[in-house]
Each structure stands twice: as C-alpha cells, then as structure tokens.
Nanobody, 126 residues
Framework: QVQLVESGGGSVQAGASLRLSCVVS????????MGWFRQPPGKEREFVAG????????GYADSVKGRFTISRDNAKNTAYLQMNTLKPEDTALYYC???????????????????WGQGTQVTVSS
C-alpha cells in the first residue's frame, strides 16, 4: 500500500519560512520523481516544484522561483519543500505526489503523478 504523508504546514506571518516534508512508504522511493502542488482556497490545484529521481534536476513554478527549494533524501524516503519569504498568496493546501517517469524533465501536469498525499495546510497572513 502506497502512502504519502505530508507535514510541516502551519500559520505564519508574511516573510517567514516553513519546511514541508513528504514521507513515502510502500514503494521504492528512489524510483520516482516527486512533485509538490498546492490548491489555494477556491482555485485549481497548481504545480509548485518537482525533482527528478536522483535529485539532480528540479523545476519550479515562476511564482515560487527563488523563494522555494525542493530536495529529497532517498535514504529517508522523504521529499522536502523549503519555503522562504512566504507571501499571503502562498496560502494553500500543499500536496506531494509521485511521478513514475523514468527520465526526462520535471513534469508540471498533475495528471503525470500517480499517488498523492492528503495535504498539509499553509496559511500566510500579512
């Protein structure tokens, strides 16, 4: 049984930092690229960041480039999203997901990802 469990969300002031974690169980973590998505209140789910199986390649949404950093620790079956200089518009439910792609650039479409976590809430106040 594949499980993805996110943690690290919370309520913070604008300018603060948070680090999200996503622990994957039930599959060989290093065989899958990982992605972080978010769904702001009343909006569609959107791509935030992705990382290749090895961690060498990453990709970001323009809205978070330079502020967010995705990483992974294959020994711990965990992906991370370091979020700095948070803004109120970053408020959303954040999800991690696995992408079975073998190689190639980070994919930004949610339809490319097969398993998802339940999400962790991030709220940024001004």
């Amino acid at each position: 049984q594949v499980q993805l469990v996110e943690s690290g969300g919370g309520s913070v002031q604008a300018g603060a930092s948070l680090r999200l974690s996503c622990v994957v169980s039930g599959r060989t973590f290093s065989n899958y690229a990982m992605g972080w998505f978010r769904q702001p209140p009343g909006k569609e789910r959107e791509f935030v960041a992705g990382i290749s199986r090895s961690g060498v390649s990453t990709g970001y949404a323009d809205s978070v480039k330079g502020r967010f950093t995705i990483s992974r620790d294959n020994a711990k079956n965990t992906a991370y999203l370091q979020m700095n200089t948070l803004k109120p518009e970053d408020t959303a439910l954040y999800y991690c997901a696995t992408d079975p792609i073998f190689r190639g650039p980070v994919r930004k479409s949610s339809s490319s990802y097969d398993y998802w976590g339940q999400g962790t809430q991030v709220t940024v106040s001004s």
